[in-house]
């Protein structure tokens, strides 16, 4: 039997928790075009604060996506180093 594929609402903000992390690469940048197509352009991803293993992998993997204009950790209010700001082209 095969995975089906799990639908979730796209939104300004994307909780990592529900993902293993084999999983970032791909769901990054889908997640983003999906963003785009609802005029979507800043968005907070949460990585949970942890190790930072996972805060490491979600900043590599955003400085290699091409609409990917800028990103920065949020401040205190909108999760500290447990989340990232995302903001995104779409111009790209």
Do not use: N
Request: net charge negative.
């Amino acid at each position: 039997m095969e995975d089906e594929p799990i639908e979730f609402p796209i939104s300004d903000e994307l909780d990592l928790h529900t993902f293993r992390p084999k999983e970032v690469k791909e769901l990054l940048p889908d997640y983003f075009e999906l963003c785009l197509e609802k005029g979507i352009t800043r968005v907070r991803v949460i990585h949970g604060k942890g190790t930072g293993a996972l805060r490491e992998l979600v900043h590599g993997q955003l400085r290699k996506i091409a609409c990917v204009k800028s990103f920065s950790l949020c401040d205190q209010t909108g999760g500290g180093w447990g989340a990232t700001w995302v903001e995104l082209d779409s111009g790209s």
